[in-house]
């Protein structure tokens, strides 16, 4: 499991709430269609855990991108409900990746305290790559016992 795992899994449970919603995963096009979503791994971090497992912790940001009125300005209100469906996107705190369960909580505020972004906050366990190698397996190997009389 990766990061392109969590981002997957997120930007599935955005399409399967707003279908007719564009979900951006690279940078937002000069002309892009509205009303849609924007979502980018802000930070990763892992820390050692014990041998072979660290924990992870990740931050996803969703900037809501809303239609625009004839001044340029996005309609404050639908914002504002928009935000409010995104942060409880995640009821129960889990999101599924592949076959595991991971803990995510939502919060507002982006980057200078963007009012139209929910930042998802991750926390879970993984298989470091030192245990994903494969050694060799010890050849033949001969014991002589000999007793003293």
């Given at each position: 499991?990766?990061?392109?795992?969590?981002?997957?899994?997120?930007?599935?449970?955005?399409?399967?709430?707003?279908?007719?919603?564009?979900?951006?995963?690279?940078?937002?096009?000069?002309?892009?269609?509205?009303?849609?979503?924007?979502?980018?791994?802000?930070?990763?971090?892992?820390?050692?855990?014990?041998?072979?497992?660290?924990?992870?912790?990740a931050?996803y940001?969703?900037?809501?991108?809303?239609?625009?009125?004839?001044?340029?300005?996005?309609?404050?209100d639908?914002?504002?409900?928009?935000?409010?469906?995104v942060?409880?996107?995640?009821?129960?705190?889990?999101?599924?990746?592949?076959?595991?369960?991971?803990?995510?909580?939502?919060?507002?505020?982006g980057?200078?305290?963007?009012?139209?972004?929910?930042?998802?906050?991750?926390?879970?366990?993984?298989?470091?790559?030192?245990?994903?190698?494969?050694?060799?397996?010890?050849g033949?190997?001969?014991?002589?016992i000999?007793?003293?009389?």
């Amino acid at each position: 499991m990766n990061g392109d795992d969590v981002q997957t899994a997120i930007n599935t449970a955005l399409v399967e709430k707003w279908p007719a919603r564009k979900v951006y995963l690279t940078l937002l096009p000069k002309e892009l269609e509205r009303p849609a979503f924007y979502l980018y791994m802000v930070k990763e971090s892992a820390v050692s855990a014990m041998r072979y497992v660290e924990r992870v912790t990740a931050q996803y940001a969703v900037e809501i991108v809303e239609e625009d009125d004839e001044y340029g300005q996005m309609d404050f209100d639908a914002l504002r409900s928009t935000m409010a469906a995104v942060k409880v996107l995640f009821p129960n705190g889990k999101v599924k990746v592949d076959d595991r369960y991971l803990n995510i909580s939502a919060a507002s505020g982006g980057p200078d305290d963007a009012i139209n972004v929910v930042n998802f906050t991750l926390d879970y366990f993984r298989e470091t790559a030192e245990a994903q190698k494969e050694y060799p397996v010890a050849g033949t190997v001969t014991t002589t016992i000999r007793t003293e009389e």
